[in-house]
């Protein structure tokens, strides 16, 4: 059996505060995925350049909060 295996076998049996204990303290360890030079400038210009080529793509604030309530029940 190999090591990762037998990880996952010993976390999962954790209880919840446990795991989501380890979950943080792995998650901490990581490198920020997103980190960029700019801080995401150039993502956030990109997309508000996406916005305004293409209005009909934006939704209102009172839409999304329509649909996050929807995908809550």
Do not use: W
């Not at 999304?64 to 995908?71: K, N």
């Amino acid at each position: 059996m190999s090591t990762i295996v037998e990880v996952e076998k010993l976390a999962l049996d954790l209880s919840e505060k446990e795991r989501a204990n380890l979950a943080a303290n792995l998650l901490d360890s990581l490198p920020g995925i997103l980190s960029d030079d700019d801080e995401g400038v150039a993502e956030a210009l990109r997309r508000d350049a996406d916005g305004e080529a293409n209005p009909a793509q934006a939704i209102s604030l009172a839409e999304l909060d329509s649909q996050i309530q929807a995908r809550r029940g």
